[in-house]
């Protein structure tokens, strides 16, 4: 069971997330926008953050590059898990360090799969 963050300012689709992570058999933390899933990660060290790009304040990119900035934090792999569905953003995500990038609404076996391998490329 991995200890993952979910970081997306819709608390409808943060409901809907936890559930499905939660039914994949891991431990879930929430965090409405990209500050306070920084601050939770420096406190919390999670497993695994998957986080939508487009929130208020600090967007998914700035805070996956403030994590990885921070020693403390930065070998947390982060999944962007977003609507933006367009390469120019998916690369742009992935140049930022992302361990993998997913579109809305994401499947439980494409999400699990995407667990599964970052968690594995952390050990």
Known sequence: MAKI???DD????RLQLSQLVQRLGHSVEVAADGEEGVQKAQADHPDLVLMDVVMPG???FEAKRTLAR?????????????????N????WGMRQGAVDYM????DAASL?????AAIANRR
Do not use: C, W
């Open 112 to 116: 699990q799969a995407a667990i599964d």
């Open 10 to 13: 819709s608390p409808s689709y």
């Open 5 to 7: 963050l979910i970081v």
């Open 58 to 60: 600090m967007n998914g």
């Open 70 to 86: 921070d020693e403390a934090t930065a070998h947390i792999p982060v999944v962007f898990v977003t609507t933006q569905n367009d």
């Open 103 to 106: 579109t809305k609404p994401v």
């Open 88 to 91: 120019v953003d998916r690369d």
